[in-house]
């Protein structure tokens, strides 16, 4: 699907909780490198959202609708139609930080992008936003 050069993009209300969670994990991982890998992780972030807007194509599939488990299910259906609510009825998932391994998940239109999560590779399921 194209999109028009600079897109708007956006993110979800409680897009910071996660980004929050990814920043306490960091400290209990490594208090000595902390605040390093939240700057880069932000800075990422940054960089991925100036990417988005200027080549809305750049994401994956969103190959977490091809999840197994009928809970994955449910949550993922919860998703697809918030989404759809919201008249961003395309979602993808794209890499912001290799370092790190965090996705972020995003829904689309034509011209508009939300981010709605960020995720740890090895999470494998997204929940709904409410």
């Known amino acids: 699907m194209a999109r028009p050069p600079h897109a708007r993009l956006g993110a979800a209300p409680d897009f910071a909780t996660p980004l ?21 992780l932000n800075a990422e972030l ?28 449910m949550r993922t259906a919860q998703i697809v139609q918030l989404a759809a609510q919201a008249s961003l009825p395309f979602l993808r998932e794209d890499a912001v930080a290799q ?21 740890h590779h090895r999470q494998l399921a997204y929940r709904p936003i409410r």
């Open 99 to 119: 370092h790190v391994a965090h996705v972020a998940l995003d829904a689309h239109a034509e011209a508009d992008v939300v981010w709605l999560t960020l995720k």
């Open 46 to 73: 940054r960089d991925k959202k100036r990417v988005l807007s200027g080549s809305p194509v750049s994401a994956r599939s969103d190959r977490f609708l091809n999840s197994r488990s009928p809970q994955a299910h």
């Open 20 to 40: 929050e969670k990814a920043h306490a994990f960091f400290a209990v991982q490594d208090a000595d490198t902390t605040h390093p890998r939240c700057n880069q």
